[in-house]
């Protein structure tokens, strides 16, 4: 598009918008990472902290896209809301940095579009981002990307141990509902989603006891009540939930991983 210019003479090109991210993060320096390389990215980002704030916006203001921390409270239940707002692009993203046994390609992501892991939040997130919206790539300078990535590495493995026991249990088990999605929306019941993901559920507790055993050996199965919760949370029926997109499973999380 082009307007004319003050002589009138000559029509000048006007720049288009930066598309409009709101990221749903509770964790103020993985946010503030995220929101550095995502404005150096061209995108006009605006964090929001908890379930309440983001509601909020999305209310009151448009946006192109959201980017959903799912250990966020409430965090799953905010795609239906940001759909009704005209959101194009939802993104999730995993709130456990280290590696897991039930870490797995997702099938089903309770209708958002696509996921990243927390530490590529510096490399994968723009590109996934523009590639939903239909921008063309950018490049950022190697020695920022190494910076913002240090970040990353940094807090999010100390995010895990800052948690009280019930909020490691929270968090961890959100991270397992997000690779879990297929299985978790398929369920009847909250004790057949228990049934069907019980291996994964085991290895949600080992990473509990590795980080918290002085909690652990209360014996109180946090993680077990802790999926319950989340499980019961969900919007109903899971079972009319589309997918990742409406093409399929999402991508897999294979780039440098």
């Known amino acids: 598009m082009t307007e004319l210019s003050q002589s009138g003479s000559s ?8 598309p409009r991210v709101l990221l749903a993060h509770g964790g103020a320096v993985i946010a503030g990472a995220a929101q550095r390389i995502l404005g150096a990215h061209g995108f006009d980002v605006y964090v929001a902290q908890n379930e309440g704030a983001v509601r909020g916006r999305l209310a009151g203001e448009r946006f192109d896209a959201l980017v959903v921390d799912v250990a966020l409270p409430g965090g799953f239940e905010l795609v239906l809301p940001a759909r009704e707002a005209g959101v194009r692009c939802i993104i999730l993203v995993a709130s456990v940095f280290r590696r897991t046994s039930y870490k797995r390609r997702p099938r089903r992501l309770y209708g958002a579009d696509d996921y990243v892991e927390i530490h590529h939040l510096g490399d994968h997130l723009p590109r996934r981002l523009r590639a939903q919206l239909g921008m063309d790539g950018s490049d950022l300078p190697k020695e920022t990307l190494r910076e913002i990535l240090a970040t990353l590495e940094d807090h999010g493995d100390s995010r895990l141990r800052q948690q009280t026991p019930r909020g490691l249990a929270m968090l961890i088990v959100a991270d397992l509902l997000l690779y879990n999605g297929d299985r978790i929306t398929e369920a009847r019941s909250v004790e057949d ?7 994964d559920l085991d290895g949600a507790r080992q990473l509990f006891a590795q980080i918290r055993p002085d909690a652990d050996a209360a014996g109180d199965d946090l993680v077990g009540q802790a999926f319950r919760e989340l499980v019961s949370s969900l919007e109903r029926p899971l079972s009319a939930d589309s997918g990742a997109s409406a093409g399929g499973p999402a991508p897999a999380e294979g780039e440098g991983n």
Request: charged share 5%; no cysteine; proline share 20%.
């Open 11 to 18: 029509p000048t090109p006007t720049q288009a918008p930066q």
């Open 193 to 199: 989603a228990l049934s069907v993901v019980s291996e």
